[in-house]
Structures are given as C-alpha cells and as structure tokens.
C-alpha cells in the first residue's frame, strides 16, 4: 500500500489542522493505520491509531484530548484532526499501515507533511 499524507502548515497556537492519509490499493480498510510525527533532533514518536474498523483508537497522553484519528474506508483516507495545538507539536507527521498493529510502528509509511505551530 502506498501512502500520501497532506495538510501540514503554519498555525498560531490555539489553532487547528487537519491532516489527510491517502492510500492506494484496494485493501486499505484490513489495515491498521496511525500517526507517528518527529521533532527536529527527536526520534519519531506515535500520535495516534485506528482499528481496521474504526471502532479501535488510541492516542499518545501528549495529544489525548486535543486530537482525534478517523478513517473513511470508502474513501481509502485516515485523518487527524488537531485542535488546540502547541508550539511543542511542531513535526514532521507520518502515517502508517500496519498489517496487525501499528502502535509499535507500520508496515508501510508514507511521506511526511510538516506542522509548524507558533507561539
């Protein structure tokens, strides 16, 4: 499965974004998918995570409350939607597929979309 991940921008903190996951193939929706993002001088680090179904999610405790990952098998995307941002979740954010799991990191990644979040 091939990944595209958009929406990345500038926002003042406060803000929100949301980022679209477009994948290709016809078995998105027996996927497992997640966000991870890295920091400048970081090491990549899990956001967020959506069941096969949608029925599944799981979030970092950074982002609890304040993001929220949905999928639209229909439409082969995975989306996150971050309210309230901080300058401390500036990132380069990834999405992945897991064939099981995707917490732990994907089977499939795809190219990242950069966040800048302002103070």
């Known amino acids: 499965v091939q990944l595209q991940a958009s929406g990345g921008g500038l926002v003042q903190a406060g803000g929100s974004l949301r980022l679209s996951c477009a994948a290709s193939?016809?078995?998105?929706?027996?996927?497992?998918m997640g966000w991870f993002r890295q920091a400048p001088g970081k090491e990549r680090e899990f956001v967020a995570a959506?069941?096969?179904?949608?029925?599944?999610?799981y979030y970092a405790d950074s982002v609890k409350g304040r993001f929220t990952i949905s999928r639209d098998n229909a439409k082969n995307t995975v989306y996150l939607q971050m309210n309230s941002l901080k300058p401390e979740d500036t990132a380069v954010y990834y999405c992945?597929?897991?064939?099981?799991?995707?917490?732990?990191?994907?089977?499939?990644w795809g190219k990242g979309t950069l966040v800048t979040v302002s103070s």
């Open positions: 193939g016809r078995t998105f929706s027996s996927y497992a």
């Open positions: 959506i069941s096969w179904s949608g029925g599944s999610t």
């Open positions: 992945a597929a897991g064939v099981t799991s995707v917490v732990a990191g994907g089977d499939y």
